[in-house]
């Protein structure tokens, strides 16, 4: 049984997961944090939440409580027509340069998007016959996350998660049949060879990359989490690392809020970097 919990922990996981990641829970959340609490206090055995919380302030149980609170859901190829874009848009004419393409995939979660972005830009080389080198550097807050993605093996619903029809999934992923609806997707070392994971918290001031290292940021479905001034600030930190004519792709809730100005929208949540 997890011990007994009041307001004033519910309290303080808001203010601590607000000031270590920048989630933002407010009150109507407080049974989502109760259960994450509760299920974190099974998980780490523990007794007491005034210890829990005191060692917590000290450092101890970070990474564990940061990884409670996050929200993981993902899918392959999710809002398929970002995907689509980069190959029928920004591939054919980049890819015909020998300037190496790099991706940024923030908030990766278990690593469905990155692993989907990769088999998109392999497949591009294929059909423009490319031999520009192209990469993806996902990052994530969350270090359990991180090691299922790097692990690259999955079960997938293909009722849940419909696949692409427009490219050969098996040229990148072993398959084999699970059950009736389900498969399992094993990533190919040729993905793994151009993607890297590491972690990287949204919320810091600076991130560790060249500015203007990147042709495209993936940023979806993660503002949602955050206030809206701070949703701000990380997108003017991922737009400096953005080339000026590359791409950011938001997910279908969130908006570009004071980038707008800078950028040309072409629609479903895709933006052009026209401006510094
Ligand atoms: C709902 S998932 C979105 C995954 C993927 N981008 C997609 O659209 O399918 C949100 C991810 O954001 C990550 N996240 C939350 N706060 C973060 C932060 N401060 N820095 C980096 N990643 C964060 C979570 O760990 C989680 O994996």
């Not at 011990?3 to 270590?20: E, G, H, V």
């Not at 093996?153 to 427009?166: A, G, R």
């Not at 997108?235 to 953005?242: E, I, K, V």
Request: hydrophobic content about 40%; some cysteine.
């Amino acid at each position: 049984m997890p011990p007994t919990i009041n307001q004033t922990y519910i309290n303080q996981a808001r203010t601590l997961i607000y000031k270590i990641a920048g989630l933002y829970l407010p009150t109507n959340k407080d049974s989502i944090i109760k259960n994450r609490l509760d299920k974190l206090a099974r998980d780490l055995d523990i007794e007491d939440y005034e210890e829990f919380f005191s060692e917590l302030k000290r450092g101890l149980y970070k990474q564990d409580f940061i990884n409670a609170f996050t929200t993981n859901k993902t899918d392959f190829f999710r809002e398929g027509f970002h995907f689509k874009d980069m190959i029928d848009r920004i591939l054919p004419q980049r890819l015909l340069s020998d300037e190496p393409f790099r991706v940024l995939c923030a908030a990766s979660s278990t690593g469905e998007e990155p692993y989907s972005i990769a088999a998109t830009l392999l497949f591009a080389k294929e059909v423009y016959q490319s031999t520009a080198q192209v990469s993806v550097q996902a990052i994530d807050i969350d270090t359990s996350v991180l090691e299922t993605a790097k692990a690259g093996k999955y079960v997938v619903d293909t009722h849940l998660n419909p696949l692409p029809d427009w490219l050969e999934l098996k040229d990148y992923f072993d398959i084999s049949a699970k059950d009736k609806h389900k498969i399992i997707m094993n990533a190919k070392q040729c993905l793994k060879d151009i993607l890297s994971f590491k972690q990287q918290n949204l919320s810091d001031k600076t991130y560790s990359f060249g500015v203007k290292e990147f042709d495209v940021i993936f940023c979806r479905n993660v503002l949602i989490y955050f206030k809206v001034e701070d949703q701000e600030k990380i997108l003017n930190r991922l737009f400096s690392y953005l080339k000026i004519g590359g791409t950011l792709y938001l997910g279908h809730s969130e908006s570009i809020l004071g980038l707008a100005y800078k950028v040309d929208r072409l629609g479903q949540n895709i933006f052009v970097k026209v401006m510094e």
